[in-house]
């Protein structure tokens, strides 16, 4: 994706750093204002997220487009 900038926020599913399963990348850019409450507002939530799965450094990853691509399921 083209426009990423700004310090991103990592959401990471399945472990904690730098053994998970699973992350969502959401930059700077996108979360704006709410990059710092993003861990508060999903730890311990069960998420779903849309977008693209890529690969980075050998795990899949989603790169968040829009704060409406990740629900609080539970």
Known sequence: PTGQKGD???LDFGGKYPHVTFKAVVWGNVSG???EQLAKMYKGKELQSHGMVTEYQG???IVVED???IEVMK
Do not use: W
Request: net charge negative; proline share 17%; aromatic share 8%.
């Open 33 to 35: 204002d709410t990059r």
């Open 67 to 69: 704060l409406g691509d």
């Open 59 to 61: 795990g899949p990853e």
């Open 8 to 10: 991103p926020a990592f």
